[in-house]
């Protein structure tokens, strides 16, 4: 009987070692043939070859089927790149938390909002503002910047949903002023965006622009507001639904 069964097993490894062949062989064949490599190499070679590509590449492989779809939309494949994304960056978008969203859909659209320049009131009151006078403000004005003066770090303002503005007891330029802001924005016939700005009081609107890093900066000839990460808001910033 032991031999018995040492001669069935001697057999059947025999016979799955040439299931295997034909298998490499069958493979090797259709890739030659210009077979699907999907099938070919199966989905867990295919994820670690997209591994190696940038986002935009992975992101067109969803294209090609629905079985290149499967492996190039894995949250796996997608969440480290979210993280390279995100790295270094002063504005996280608050849309990229979403816990139902993929992680592709999070990195398309925090793509889509890091090139918004649309400012809405979460996004100035999710930060701090670094407040500076340009060269073309009063030699005055810019007396009372330290940042100018080389003396201490630059002004902070603060923005809130109430529509108020203020800044630190201690500023000498808005410290104890009653301030309001409103962000106007005005469409042209064709529904694109003609004029975008923030104003503050009758001060000179300041209009929007967005850094390399996500940052936010409203400007004007005389003075200019840079955003910088609040201490005390832990998260992301701005809206929870895209805003183009």
């Known amino acids: 009987m032991a031999e018995e069964r040492k001669r069935r097993k001697r057999e059947e490894e025999a016979e799955e070692w040439e299931r295997r062949k034909r298998g490499r062989r069958r493979r090797r064949r259709r890739l030659r043939l210009g077979g699907d490599p999907v099938e070919v190499l199966g989905e867990e070679v295919m994820g670690r070859v997209m591994e190696l590509l940038d986002a935009r590449s992975v992101a067109r492989c969803t294209a090609v089927s629905r079985a290149w779809r499967g492996v190039a939309?894995?949250?796996r494949l997608w969440a480290p790149k979210c993280a390279q994304l995100m790295a270094g960056k002063a504005h996280i978008p608050r849309l990229t938390m979403i816990p139902t969203a993929s992680k592709l859909s999070t990195y398309s659209m925090a793509i889509a909002d890091g090139k918004r320049t649309r400012i809405t009131k979460?996004?100035?009151c999710d930060h701090d503002w670094e407040f500076r006078f340009t060269i073309a403000a009063p030699e005055y004005w810019r007396n009372l910047d330290p940042s100018w003066k080389h003396t201490?770090?630059?002004m902070r303002c603060y923005f809130?949903?109430?529509?108020?503005h203020n800044a630190d007891p201690h500023d000498a330029v808005w410290g104890g002023h009653e301030c309001t802001y409103t962000i106007i924005t005005s469409f042209a016939g064709n529904g694109c965006i003609r004029d975008h700005y923030v104003r503050i009081n009758r001060w000179p609107p300041m209009k929007v622009s967005r850094k390399e890093d996500w940052s936010w900066e409203l400007s004007n000839h005389l003075y200019r507001y840079?955003?910088?990460p609040?201490?005390?808001k832990k998260g992301c910033t701005g809206p929870l639904f895209p805003v183009w």
């Open 122 to 124: 979460e996004d100035l």
């Open 226 to 228: 840079n955003s910088i």
């Open 152 to 154: 201490g770090p630059p």
């Open 160 to 164: 809130h949903p109430d529509g108020y």
């Open 73 to 75: 939309a894995d949250d």
């Open 230 to 232: 609040d201490t005390n």
